[in-house]
């Protein structure tokens, strides 16, 4: 059977006013018989995700009525990590209805295949939720949804008030009847409880094991990381019996922390640099030095007084380089340390700003010290060198008085150069792959807030909005730095990365948003779209005017700085491109004459405009000058700017002076049309952000639908990181368009966070 036959009749009844069982039971038997299951779940994900209240519900107990009637093979093709995930996100909802939904499911399945291992996510889901407090109803009996979970219904209210004297009543004859054998019931309760709080206190003692050898991974006993994941499969197999409230709770903050642990400890081990034994090299070199007899000990005694002077300022050489070594390793443990904190708190969701950007302080400070503890050691190291060809010139002063204590100092200039050698060979390695930490915990702290971001931004009321009196009225309401309220009928409110009021300046827009674009100096590609309708502030926050700069002077200053702090390791060269693209027609801004350039697609550039000019740039300064006379060759009217992109792109090339390894990151800025046009390529952006969101196939992408998707098609996804800056107007006027443009961008990013 055609699937999308079996989308049709699911979709039917989502439509119908009430679910017809003898048509479930169809969808069910269809999706048996042809092994479409899982498609049949996919049909139903959207409308449990983003839909109306009441398509919501529906969806949920259409869901609950195809398990109810489906054997056990179909439930468990539902019974999967990611829907229960899924699942449990949709019951932190606001509305009850929908909630109610979610949590009779639940209810109902756990009841059902609880002592089915196979159904172990059931499970799960359902202790979750309830050590997060959510009450549940009591199970519902085959047929029963229909009631359970009605429009409308009163089920929420009637669980959130107070019990019914007859359910009181029912609770407490429960308790207190008599039943045969129930001191062998509690007798054996209690064993299951002693033998959880002896499970409990294994995994105690071998997560603070564990703790200890994070610190240093070496002393990391073997059989402790064996037992975490022994540890794991024996926690979820406990958490589907029956258990005891506190117990749950217990074993579920174990069961993270150990997913935790074992997560820092497979990032160490992966990572972890190699240490020459620099100084037991010199150790044994001293000690076949000492071992050596002196062959020149028959000349006079003033004359050997000078051969041990040179003599003790090898051995002064060597203690000073043991020092050098013993400096750079505790560098590298204070290092490995900050990883380690790093990763333990990594998916802390309540995690302060302000604790963030401690942390950040700190890896800077710690990668900064260690840039100049290496940079010190290649001064001392090169005054090593020079002071053994001293002590080799003086050496040769002796040669016609004492040819055979010649011949012995030569010897032990030889193996110190060794030592040398290995030496230099293990700083470089411990410096390559401090370079490769830093850049790995930089790129992972900004994943941890998100690859794709979303700021709102109100420009102030303008004077004819403000002559229309409350029909211009401002309907914004920043209830918090991350939301920000639409005063409609409906008062939607909004939950972004960042919410600014007009007050505040392009400067503390881009704050937040800076750190990102170091990113580019290590080889991530990055995009930052400007989206909103016409008039609501896109131009100015992008190029900014005589009041403060836009983000193009912004991200200029920002790019250079990096590249200042890099100049002692990394040679970086920045180049600007600026261009349009009109009607699907690419115009090349900084030479007007180059028009309907084409996209091309290679390996060694990735996706690029064939034939597009590109300016190396010397300073910030030198930037936005280049990038004004480019835009002076624009077209200035409204209907043009409206329906045009307006893009400034940014190459990042760096090269390692140690290694000679280059990287390319790209940074484009983007000022996209106006919403209000409904253009074909912001539908396009929305619709290719939504397909990656989805995890679909790269190749099922439709990046080659605009010009401009085909264009960004290796930065959206994957490692790179996305920046919509949404532009509104406050006045009640434009509401419905300022909330138009803020769906759009949650579209973009794949979810819905406007309540």
């Not at 044994?284 to 000349?299: D, F, I, N, Q």
């Not at 005694?301 to 003599?311: F, P, R």
């Not at 349009?580 to 550039?605: A, T």
């Not at 949404?726 to 769906?743: N, Q």
């Amino acid at each position: 059977m055609d699937p999308r036959n079996l989308e049709q009749m699911i979709q039917e009844q989502l439509m119908a006013p009430t679910i017809d069982d003898s048509a479930v039971r169809e969808i069910v038997r269809v999706a048996q018989q042809e092994s479409l299951q899982k498609e049949a779940f996919e049909v139903l994900k959207e409308p449990i995700k983003k839909e109306k209240r009441e398509t919501q519900v529906k969806a949920l107990l259409l869901l609950g009525r195809m398990i109810d009637m489906g054997d056990c093979a179909f439930a468990a093709d539902l019974s999967t990590r990611k829907w229960m995930d899924r699942l449990v996100k949709v019951a932190k909802t606001k509305d009850l209805s929908v909630r109610d939904a979610v949590l009779q499911n639940i209810v109902n399945w756990q009841a059902r295949f609880h002592d089915d291992a196979q159904f172990i996510d059931f499970n799960l889901a359902y202790n979750r939720l309830k050590a997060k407090g959510f009450a549940f109803p009591p199970p519902s009996a085959t047929g029963d949804y229909n009631q359970a979970t009605e429009l409308g219904s009163s089920a929420s209210a009637s669980r959130s008030g107070p019990r019914t004297t007859q359910q009181q009543q029912q609770q407490h004859q429960q308790r207190a009847a008599p039943s045969g054998g129930g001191g062998s019931r509690n007798a054996q309760a209690a064993a299951n409880a002693d033998k959880v709080k002896v499970l409990m206190s294994q995994i105690q003692a071998d997560l603070r094991s564990m703790e200890i050898g994070l610190q240093d991974p070496t002393r990391m006993p073997p059989h402790v990381v064996e037992n975490c994941r022994r540890h794991q499969k024996k926690v979820m197999l406990v958490m589907s019996t029956d258990l005891q409230e506190a117990y749950t709770h217990q074993l579920i903050a174990l069961y993270d922390q150990i997913g935790e642990y074992l997560e820092i400890y497979s990032a160490i081990t992966q990572a972890e640099p190699v240490i020459a034994p620099t100084v037991r090299a010199e150790r044994s070199g001293e000690s076949s030095s000492k071992s050596a007899p002196p062959e020149g000990a028959h000349h006079e005694q003033h004359d050997s007084s000078e051969l041990q002077e040179v003599k003790d300022r090898l051995q002064q050489a060597k203690a000073h380089r043991r020092q050098l070594d013993d400096e750079s390793n505790r560098i590298r443990q204070q290092i490995n340390d900050v990883r380690v904190k790093i990763s333990m708190n990594q998916d802390d969701g309540g995690e302060s700003e302000n604790k963030k950007q401690k942390m950040l302080n700190m890896v800077r400070r710690t990668s900064t010290q260690s840039r100049g503890i290496l940079a010190n050691a290649k001064v001392q190291v090169t005054q090593l060198r020079q002071l053994f060809n001293s002590l080799r010139k003086e050496a040769e002063d002796f040669a016609n008085a004492w040819t055979n204590d010649i011949n012995y100092l030569n010897s032990m200039a030889e193996k110190a150069v060794k030592i040398e050698a290995k030496g230099l060979d293990t700083l470089k390695k411990l410096y390559l792959n401090e370079m490769q930490m830093r850049k790995k915990l930089y790129n992972k702290i900004q994943e941890f807030r998100g690859n794709t971001r979303i700021y709102c931004r109100a420009r102030p009321l303008l004077p004819e909005e403000k002559s229309k009196g409350d029909a211009g009225a401002d309907v914004t309401s920043f209830t918090s730095p991350t939301e920000i309220m639409l005063k409609d009928s409906s008062n939607r409110i909004f939950e972004v990365d960042g919410a600014f009021k007009p007050s505040d300046k392009t400067k503390t827009v881009f704050e937040d948003a800076a750190p990102i674009l170091t990113c580019s100096l290590d080889g991530f590609n990055i995009c930052m779209f400007a989206y909103g309708q016409t008039g609501a502030g896109k131009s100015y926050t992008v190029q900014g005017d005589s009041s403060g700069p836009g983000l193009l002077a912004l991200s200029l200053e920002k790019l250079f700085e990096d590249a200042k702090e890099r100049s002692e390791t990394e040679s970086v060269t920045i180049e600007l491109a600026v261009f349009e693209i009109v009607n699907e027609s690419i115009q090349d801004l900084i030479e007007p004459g180059k028009k309907n350039l084409q996209v091309q697609v290679s390996e060694q550039f990735g996706c690029y405009v064939d034939g597009l000019t590109q300016i190396a740039l010397a300073s910030p300064q030198d930037g936005m000058a280049k990038a004004t006379a480019a835009l002076r060759n624009r077209e200035k009217s409204e209907q043009h700017t409206s329906k045009s992109a307006l893009i400034f792109q940014f190459l990042v090339h760096s090269e390692s002076t140690q290694t000679g390894s280059m990287t390319t990151g790209k940074v484009y800025l983007v000022e996209l049309p106006g919403s209000e046009r409904q253009d074909k390529m912001c539908q396009q952006l929305a619709n290719v952000m939504e397909k990656i969101q989805q995890n679909v196939k790269n190749d099922q992408i439709p990046y080659r639908g605009c010009k401009l998707t085909h264009l960004l098609q290796d930065s959206l996804g994957g490692s790179s990181k996305q920046l919509f800056f949404v532009c509104i107007s406050p006045s009640r006027m434009h509401v419905a368009a300022s909330g138009d443009s803020l769906a759009y961008a949650f579209k973009v990013r794949g979810v819905i966070l406007g309540k």
